[in-house]
């Protein structure tokens, strides 16, 4: 970590572009995205989880193991805390797609605090896109599925008020449930891995830039380390908060998608 | 053994409840959408008559009105 700091240190202010990390494949071609750090740790993240889930899962025991336990809490967290807390006894249908999603995005923004990994995928706006995707249109169909097509929308437009009034609620709705709820799903995850990754970086390059510029600084750059760790560890409250976040409102749009009228 | 039973049943066993995030969120959305939306035509409607904001704010206020009861309809008791 520090020969990969040390060459970052001389560009202090850290910009977009230590987002974008060199390429793998083909080694150390230049903008050449096909291939990075991000991808790898993506396909890790994907591995990791079902390698898990099926070792863990492959010999249930009725007295389960420790590995078994692992697994079983955190489907159990999500189904039981999640699914059927904000769903309702429909909602251990949704609790694996639930738990996939939750494992997946925790440990993707994990490893913006895993030492020598440190960055997030999820600080790449198009990850948390696509999986804001998927969620929006598993909301939509379920909708459409649960009440027919027509019927859906109407319960989702028009809101129970009075007809003279409909013609200024229904573009609200509209705007705030089929076009506000996927950005800031989106938005929301990104924002927070990216600042994350930011304040993590200016506090380490910034160590780094202030005692190379003069040796008496070296007390602040120490103050400046210790910050880093200090909100290594606040980091960690945020990357559970947001994959814990995103699931539950995943999960609320689910409901409001199943619920009946009012 | 946290898979096994649902806790619907017995609420307030299992320690306290997830906070309502959605519920929450959901109202902050109507609020901007409210602003947003009719902020939004009232400035589609300053460019086209050719003044110079009042429309966007008058449509601002009314957009927060009508997320103000939208939220008072869907989420209120």
Sequence with gaps: ????????????PPSVE?????????WGAHDSYWFTKVTF??????AAIIIFFLVSYRKPQLVPTKKQWMAE??????????????????????APYLTTLFMFILLNNFFGIVPLVQISPNSHIAFPAILAVISYFMFIIVGIRHHGFFKYFKTALIPPAPWFILPLLIPIE????????????????FANMFAGHMLLLVFTLGGFAMISSN???????????????ALTL????????????????????????????H | MAGQKLPNESPGDDGPPPPDTGMGMTAVAYL????????????????????????AGIGAVVGIGGGVYLIVRRLGA
């Design chain 1, 41 to 46: 740790l993506i396909w890790v993240a994907v």
């Design chain 1, 234 to 261: 606040l980091e960690f409250l945020v990357i559970c908060l947001q994959a814990y976040v995103f699931t539950v409102l995943t999960a609320s749009y689910v409901q409001g998608a199943l619920a009946d009228e």
């Design chain 1, 1 to 12: 970590m520090i020969g990969q700091s040390t060459v970052l240190a001389a560009e202090f």
């Design chain 1, 73 to 94: 809490s955190a489907y159990g967290f999500v189904r039981n805390n999640i699914a059927v807390e904000m769903i309702g006894p429909r909602g251990v249908a949704f």
């Design chain 1, 18 to 26: 230590d987002f974008y990390l060199p390429s793998i494949l083909p």
């Design chain 2, 32 to 55: 901007f959408s409210g602003m947003l939306v009719w902020g939004g035509i009232g400035w589609l409607i300053d460019h086209w008559v050719g003044t110079k904001g009042i429309f």
């Design chain 1, 174 to 189: 509209f705007f705030s449930n089929f076009m506000v709820r996927p950005f800031s799903l989106a938005v929301r995850l």
């Design chain 1, 215 to 229: 040796v008496w600084f070296t007390p602040f750059s120490i103050v400046s380390w210790l910050m880093t760790i």
